[in-house]
T-cell receptor, first 114, second 115 residues
Framework: DTEVTQTPKHLVMGMTNKKSLKCEQHMGHRAMYWYKQKAKKPPELMFVYSYEKLSINESVPSRFSPECPNSSLLNLHLHALQPEDSALYLC?????????????FGQGTRLTVV | AQSVTQLDSQVPVFEEAPVELRCNYSSSVSVYLFWYVQYPNQGLQLLLKYLSGSTLVKGINGFEAEFNKSQTSFHLRKPSVHISDTAEYFCAVSGSGGATNKLIFGTGTLLAVQP
C-alpha cells in the first residue's frame, strides 16, 4: 500500500465554520506534511511532523491547527478561515524527515471558503 | 537556502515529439533533486530523483533527467511524448540537514501535448 488517503475530496465552508481535513497512510512513514497549493502555483509547505511531533510550522496563521494523533494519521483543523484560504490542501508522508527521502502525496482536499 | 527555477511556464509539443523541461537550482549545500508530475485535480507523483551517483537518472513513464553540477541544472527529457503526458511538472530541491530538508518546488511547467 503506497497510498496517502485524504478526506474529504472537496469541502465548502463558511468563514465562521469549524472543519477538519484528514490524512492517513499505512506505509509506516514517520514524517507527515501539510502543503497548501493555490491555482497554477507550486505547493507551499505549511507543517512538518516527525515521529508525531511538530517539527516545522512555516508561520502559518493560527486559524490552521495541525494534529498528529498517531503515526498513521494527520489532521488539519480549520476555524474562522478567510476566502483567500481557498486552495488545494495536500498531505504527504515520507519514511523520515530527511532530504533524501521520497515524499508520497495524497490527492488533496479542494477547500472553498465562502 | 536552496531555490529552483523553471523558466518555461508552458511547453507545447506534438505527440511523439521529444521534449525537454528545464530546471535550474541554486544551493550552498549538497542538493537532492526531484521531478514531480501533477495531473489535473490530482496530487503529486514522483517521476524521478537524483540523490548521488550517476548523473543520468531514469524515472517512470519513460522520463529521464541529467544532473549537471557545473550548470546547476536538472533538465527533464522524454524522447517521445504521449497525449497522456499532458500535466504540470514540478522540479524540486532539498538540502541536507535541519530546515534545508524542506522540499522547495519550482513554479511548474505545463506540458501540453497536442495530437
Amino acid at each position: 500500500d503506497t497510498e496517502v488517503t485524504q478526506t474529504p475530496k472537496h469541502l465548502v465552508m463558511g468563514m465562521t465554520n469549524k472543519k477538519s481535513l484528514k490524512c492517513e497512510q499505512h506505509m509506516g512513514h514517520r514524517a507527515m506534511y501539510w502543503y497548501k497549493q493555490k491555482a497554477k502555483k507550486p505547493p507551499e509547505l505549511m507543517f512538518v511532523y516527525s515521529y508525531e511531533k511538530l517539527s516545522i510550522n512555516e508561520s502559518v496563521p493560527s486559524r490552521f491547527s495541525p494534529e498528529c494523533p498517531n503515526s498513521s494519521l494527520l489532521n488539519l483543523h480549520l476555524h474562522a478561515l478567510q476566502p483567500e484560504d481557498s486552495a488545494l490542501y495536500l498531505c504527504a508522508s515520507s519514511q523520515g524527515w530527511g532530504a533524501r527521502t521520497e515524499a508520497f502525496f495524497g490527492q488533496g482536499t479542494r477547500l472553498t471558503v465562502v | 537556502a536552496q531555490s529552483v527555477t523553471q523558466l518555461d511556464s508552458q511547453v507545447p509539443v506534438f505527440e511523439e515529439a521529444p521534449v525537454e523541461l528545464r530546471c535550474n537550482y541554486s544551493s550552498s549545500v549538497s542538493v537532492y533533486l526531484f521531478w514531480y508530475v501533477q495531473y489535473p485535480n490530482q496530487g503529486l507523483q514522483l517521476l524521478l530523483k537524483y540523490l548521488s551517483g550517476s548523473t543520468l537518472v531514469k524515472g517512470i513513464n519513460g522520463f529521464e533527467a541529467e544532473f549537471n553540477k557545473s550548470q546547476t541544472s536538472f533538465h527533464l527529457r522524454k524522447p517521445s511524448v504521449h497525449i497522456s503526458d499532458t500535466a504540470e511538472y514540478f522540479c524540486a530541491v532539498s538540502g541536507s540537514g535541519g530546515a534545508t530538508n524542506k522540499l522547495i518546488f519550482g513554479t511548474g511547467t505545463l506540458l501540453a501535448v497536442q495530437p
